[in-house]
């Protein structure tokens, strides 16, 4: 079966395809970037997907913080700062940070950094796309928790770092041998880390494939949709 991981990136989403094998293992078979989630939809319908792990959080709380991300800032332990709170979903109509900071404080007493704010269009994006249907097979995968579960401790160095690019391309020669090489790829619309926070992302979308995953948090929202992180 294959399986994707997509992690967010100027030009749309970049996206790491790979065919998970019986044993645990996994060959990649193409990085691309796609401009819109909706491009998954005939792909997961006809079954050539069986996994999707999305870099982005799915499932939305009324008010306060998921378990899942308090358990994540935990087990990346220094790189926790990477782990943005989810925002409430009263902020999703909002247009500005201003407008987004006043609706957050109106029901959780707290405001909305602007880097979170600057992930809003993605977080509707997916929250338009993922059904409690469709999340059996697409879920919300966090790239620090799986380099952290692929390597047994949390990263030494921020990702943007040429030593934190040189670690997670160490830690995913451990379960993609040819990681180095498509990490490389240029696509345009993307940075690096894109590329290899995908790569980290389809890895535990493999993981879930196969139930071998880890779970973060699983309780649901207002829509139904289940507030967890995979590794």
Do not use: N
């Amino acid at each position: 079966m294959k399986v994707a991981g997509l992690d967010g990136c100027r030009g749309g989403w970049v996206m790491v395809v790979a065919v998970v094998d019986g044993g645990g293992g996994a060959t990649v078979e193409r990085v691309e970037r796609i401009l819109e989630l909706e491009a998954l939809a005939a792909r997961l319908e006809a079954g050539e997907l069986g996994a999707v792990g999305i870099d982005i959080p799915i499932g939305l709380p009324p008010t306060g913080r998921r378990r899942c991300d308090v358990e994540a800032r935990r087990m990346v332990g220094p790189r926790r700062s990477s782990v943005f709170p989810a925002p409430v979903r009263g902020v999703l109509g909002a247009t500005t940070h201003a407008d987004a900071t006043r609706r957050s404080r109106a029901v959780s007493g707290t405001g909305l950094s602007r880097q979170a704010f600057s992930l809003l269009p993605k977080v509707r994006e997916a929250d338009g796309f993922v059904t409690p249907q469709r999340q059996r097979h697409v879920f919300e995968v966090h790239p620090e928790v799986s380099f952290t579960a692929i390597a047994g401790r949390p990263m030494a160095h921020y990702k943007k770092t040429p030593a934190g690019r040189a670690e997670r391309l160490e830690t995913l020669r451990q379960v993609f041998g040819d990681s180095a090489v498509h990490a490389r790829w240029r696509i345009g619309g993307t940075s690096p880390d894109d590329v290899l926070d995908a790569f980290a992302v389809a890895w535990s979308a493999g993981r879930r494939l196969t139930e071998t995953h880890l779970q973060l948090g699983g309780e649901l929202d207002e829509r139904g949709l289940r507030m967890e992180i995979v590794a």
